[in-house]
């Protein structure tokens, strides 16, 4: 399992469009291939950034399957418009969670 | 409840002794008040990042309660020498968690 986390600059007022269209969006990551979480963080100190955390089983679930698939280009169509700049992608392993 | 995400850089060579180290500090967390929960990610793309997760009841929990204790010496006493640069905190709200 890794762990996608996607920071994302929302433009100004535009963040309850944003949040609509993630809610919009939450089907078509749950049927991706290999996904098997999706959830979605707002920043208390820069309120326009959020950060959108995906669980896959691998990394290649979403660089290949998800982002060669029509549906990101569906995600991209509900949510695309409201980005001030373009998303910053990282992944992670886990290494522990203790509680 | 809020996060807190902590971006640790940590020196070359040194990954295996900062584990150990969160994995020592993990009690610390575990008592402090209002903590609820302690994860650690760590980056593919950047193997010397890692990302901490801490879930708190409240903000204050971390930045007053948790920043202004002995333990918060503790932690850094553990971890403290591994850091390349000082670590980076954000804190998020969460909006939802659909699956």
Same mark, same amino acid.
């Given at each position: 399992?890794?762990?996608?986390?996607?920071?994302? $600059?929302?433009?100004?007022?535009?963040?309850?469009?944003?949040?609509? *269209?993630?809610?919009?969006?939450?089907?078509?990551?749950?049927?991706?291939? *290999?996904?098997? *979480?999706?959830?979605?963080?707002?920043?208390? #100190?820069?309120?326009?950034? @959020?950060?959108?955390?995906?669980?896959? $089983?691998?990394? #290649?679930?979403?660089?290949? $399957?998800?982002? *060669?698939?029509? $549906?990101?280009k569906e995600w991209r169509r509900l949510v695309g418009?409201?980005?001030?700049?373009?998303? @910053?992608? #990282?992944?992670?392993?886990?290494?522990?969670?203790?509680?």
């Amino acid at each position: 399992m890794i762990l996608e986390i996607a920071q994302l $600059d929302v433009k100004p007022g535009m963040e309850a469009e944003f949040e609509k *269209g993630v809610a919009e969006a939450a089907p078509v990551f749950k049927r991706a291939k *290999g996904c098997r *979480g999706l959830s979605l963080q707002r920043s208390i #100190e820069k309120p326009g950034r @959020y950060r959108l955390f995906v669980e896959w $089983d691998t990394l #290649e679930n979403h660089t290949v $399957d998800f982002r *060669g698939s029509e $549906d990101f280009k569906e995600w991209r169509r509900l949510v695309g418009h409201c980005f001030q700049e373009p998303p @910053y992608v #990282e992944h992670t392993k886990p290494v522990n969670k203790w509680f």
